[in-house]
């Protein structure tokens, strides 16, 4: 049973525009949010992470918005580049096990 | 600065044969992560360490798999006997002590 969803296999944004990609998590315990983006052939890589005592975090063109009732996470990629092209992953623990638990990734497509 | 170290890169195996991972985390951090990357469960969490400890195993999938880190600067994942269901990026991440994981290029194992 997944505990954290990723519903969107695959999306497209024109470039410039703006990229949105969401993640649902089912237990209301975990307390941290990370996001990942993955390149083909490359390990994943750290982008950005909130925790739960905060609902906005930024850096640079991207924004990650936390809404615990809703128990959902959303990256933001504004504007988009051809290089944001990656298969993007929203990760979530509970401080103290620190068992990072990982979605089913997004794969966004910038189109030049 | 070294990052997490993993080998072989890519491994193609026939069924019924040993396969063994290998992973150096980064120097000084203390948790060590072993994740399968697949199509349809995206990255699933196998098994964690903590001072070479393990702590979480519940994600290996069967009794063929196992793990085990006997110093804090080695880790391996075993499967034997490989099924051709066992083919899929086996990835690697160490942990210091941020929030941080640092994932390796990954494993791509074939069993045909």
């Known amino acids: 049973d997944q505990q954290v969803k990723q519903n969107s296999p695959s999306l497209s944004v024109q470039e410039g525009r703006i990229s949105i990609l969401n993640c649902d998590y089912t237990?209301?315990?975990?307390?941290?949010f990370l996001w990942y983006k993955k390149y083909p052939a490359e390990g994943p890589t750290f982008l950005i992470s909130i925790s739960s005592i905060k609902d906005k975090n930024e850096d640079g063109r991207f924004t990650v918005f936390l809404n615990k009732s809703a128990k959902h996470l959303s990256l933001h990629i504004v504007p988009s580049q051809p290089g944001d092209s990656a298969v993007y992953f929203c990760a979530v623990y509970t401080s103290g096990t620190y068992k990072y638990i990982f979605g089913t990734g997004t794969r966004l497509k910038v189109l030049a | 600065d070294a990052g997490v170290i993993q080998s072989p890169r890519h491994e193609v195996t026939e069924m019924g044969q040993e396969v063994t991972l290998r992973c150096k985390p980064i120097s000084g951090h203390d948790y060590l992560f072993w994740y399968r990357q697949t199509m349809m469960r995206g990255l699933e969490l196998l098994i964690y360490?903590?001072?070479?400890?393990?702590?979480?195993d519940s994600g290996m999938p069967e009794d063929r798999f196992s793990a085990k880190m006997p110093n804090a600067s080695f880790s391996t994942l075993k499967i034997q006997p490989s099924e051709p269901r066992d083919s899929a990026v086996y990835f690697c991440?160490?942990?210091?002590?941020?929030?941080?994981?640092?994932f390796g290029e990954g494993s791509w194992l074939t069993v045909v």
């Open positions: 991440a160490s942990r210091p002590s941020g929030n941080t994981i640092y």
């Open positions: 360490f903590n001072n070479n400890v393990p702590i979480d």
């Open positions: 237990n209301s315990m975990f307390d941290y």
